[in-house]
């Protein structure tokens, strides 16, 4: 696949209508999207679960609110750390993913990033799909694909991403953000 036609590093917005509740008014940011499959982390699935409760090294440097995000359905026991790393060179333990968002070794020695990282996120889970998978969800309208920008990763009021990610598109899209949370009131 080339680059051009690759999202990684955008985000996926959930059409009001997609049914599937793991995705309900989700954000997602991808973090590789080729001929082999997709993979992201929901943005905007705080837990009640302190980064503390299980990753104390890292409790530290996780942005507000400091607690471990719902990264998507798969993998729930497994943990990713996205952080947003400013400049054109990384430290050891960080991956560029796009722009200045990337993947965090978490096995690495915390010290290592302290200095460097301007956000960090940790995320259970994750969101995956397989070959073909999302582009097929794309071309049946489940998802808006949008530009991400690095405050996305680390937004204090994750539950509003939602609407504030359509809200800033200079499109038919911004209007999406208006949507009633349940139709069937409006």
Known sequence: MTEVSSLTGRLLVAAPALADPNFDRAVVLLLDHDE?????????RPTPVGVGDILASWAGLAGEPDVVFQGGPVS???ALGVAVIPGDEGPLGWRRVHGAIGLVDLEAPPELLAAALGSLRIFAGYAGWGPGQLDRELRDGAWYVVESEPGDVSS?????????????????????ATYPDDPSLN
């Open 36 to 44: 082999e499959g997709s993979l992201g982390v929901v943005l905007n």
């Open 76 to 78: 729930l026991d497994s």
């Open 156 to 176: 204090p009021s994750p539950e509003g991403l939602w609407r504030a990610v359509l809200r800033r598109q200079r499109s038919e899209l911004a209007m999406i």
